[in-house]
């Protein structure tokens, strides 16, 4: 089962970015039955996936509700004094005469942990503390002085708090771009974000390590201290734990790069952006407030 933000984000590339299915699931590194099924999907009331019913376990559907109350109350439990299948199977023998196989208590005790774990997996935080801000990079084409088609890289720096964003161009995506983006955003924005999310780009994370551990490339590092913000990453492959600025991505293409720019002067351009990112905030703060 997907995230919600995922499956924001799949529709948002076949409905507004105009990718094929293919091309969606190449970029979310996901299965294309899996992408095709959410670009298609109309229907957001209904269940994505069905639960265990008594009625596929014939001799085990009438203790379920059994073993769903004693999984629920085990959560309340130290987890050395839960139950384990093996706890589970004994006690339905003892306790309710069951006469079934251990196979069947064994795959839906697994297929209901399982479950229960998506569960937990599938909802991110509606709010935001304000403060914190997630950046980004989006591909997208200009044309240079010379009328040749070129691809260049928009920085996007996305405040969910606030859902404010602003956008930086260049023609690459290295480290250097990246730092002189946040740099030119936060001297406009008059102020640093405390704490930052990216995914594991090379630009900022020398090595991913277990968990949460990750060794910062130098120059990225040295830009944290100067600037003071605690930087955070994401899980490898999990970028879509930053959803808003991977929509703010799509938004401030789809506004601000149509149709597709002429850019001789990056630094120009980018001063332009930041005009127009001020424009189109006050102009959503504006039309919020008259809704």
């Keep these: 089962m997907l995230r919600m933000a995922e499956i924001n984000y799949i529709k948002d590339l076949y409905e507004n970015e105009g990718l094929s299915l293919r091309e969606i699931a190449k970029t979310t590194k996901k299965n294309f039955r899996t992408v095709q099924k959410y670009a298609y999907k109309k229907n957001w009331n209904e269940t994505t996936e069905p639960k265990a019913s008594s009625g596929e376990y014939p001799i085990l559907g009438e203790y379920i509700s059994v073993i769903d109350e004693w999984i629920e109350t085990d959560k309340r439990e130290p987890r050395k004094q839960r139950h384990t299948i093996m706890r589970i199977y ?158 703010k991505v799509g938004y401030t293409r789809r506004n601000m790069l149509v149709p597709v720019p002429v850019i001789t002067d990056f630094d120009a351009f980018n001063a332009e952006l930041l005009k127009h990112c001020d424009a189109d905030m006050n102009e959503n703060i504006t039309n919020a407030a008259y809704q």
Excluded at 229 to 236: H, I, L, R, T
């Design 90 to 247: 004994h006690r339905l023998q003892k306790e309710h005469g069951y006469t079934g196989s251990y196979g069947s208590v064994r795959r839906y005790v697994s297929r209901k942990k399982e479950e229960d774990k998506k569960s937990k997996e599938s909802f991110l935080p509606l709010s935001h503390p304000p403060g914190n801000a997630q950046v980004d990079f989006g591909d997208f084409k200009y044309y240079n002085a010379h009328g040749e088609g070129c691809e260049g890289h928009a920085l996007i720096v996305s405040l969910p708090y606030s859902n404010t964003g602003w956008m930086q161009v260049f023609p690459s995506e290295n480290q250097e771009c990246l730092l002189e983006g946040l740099k030119r955003v936060f001297y406009h924005m008059g102020g640093v974000p405390m704490r930052i999310k990216y995914d594991n780009m090379s630009t900022a994370v020398a090595q991913v390590l277990k968990g949460s551990e990750r060794v910062i490339a130098d120059g990225f590092y040295r830009f944290m201290l100067h600037y003071r913000f605690k930087a955070e990453f994401c899980n490898p492959g999990k970028g879509n734990e930053k959803g808003s600025v991977e929509n």
